[in-house]
């Protein structure tokens, strides 16, 4: 069986990007742009995809604070793109403050 991924990145100056790039290679990843990678992964039918790919991006990457690996992939029902954190959590978004919306004043 196989599933499709977008795998998020950020592992900052000085990450382990070899191990990273090594592993989305084996998997013949595509770029989707900056620090964004396509693949296909192939799974056996009574395993889990999203943790077997958590657990070797985990121990085939020497990651450190700051870092972010992100998954993003369809539910198991097929109907919702979902994502979460491999590794990392999220942070402030640099275009805050940039939009035209109303201030929401608490009353």
Same mark, same amino acid.
């Given at each position: 069986? !196989?599933?499709?991924?977008?795998?998020?990145?950020?592992?900052?100056?000085?990450?382990?990007? #070899?191990?990273?790039? #090594?592993?989305?290679?084996?998997? *013949?990843? *595509?770029?989707? /742009?900056?620090?964004?990678?396509?693949? #296909?992964? !192939?799974?056996?039918?009574?395993?889990?995809?999203?943790?077997?790919?958590? *657990?070797?991006?985990?121990?085939?990457?020497?990651?450190?604070?700051?870092? *972010?690996?992100?998954?993003?992939?369809?539910?198991?029902?097929?109907?919702?793109?979902? /994502?979460?954190?491999?590794? /990392?959590?999220?942070?402030?978004?640099?275009?805050? /403050?940039?939009?035209?919306?109303?201030?929401?004043?608490?009353?």
């Amino acid at each position: 069986m !196989t599933k499709a991924y977008w795998l998020s990145y950020d592992l900052g100056v000085g990450g382990d990007y #070899q191990s990273l790039y #090594q592993w989305l290679d084996n998997h *013949k990843a *595509k770029p989707c /742009g900056d620090s964004l990678a396509y693949f #296909q992964y !192939t799974f056996n039918k009574n395993d889990d995809p999203d943790e077997k790919i958590k *657990k070797e991006l985990l121990d085939n990457i020497k990651l450190k604070g700051g870092n *972010k690996l992100y998954l993003i992939r369809k539910n198991k029902d097929g109907d919702k793109i979902i /994502g979460s954190f491999i590794y /990392g959590t999220r942070s402030a978004a640099p275009w805050v /403050g940039y939009g035209d919306h109303d201030t929401e004043i608490d009353g």
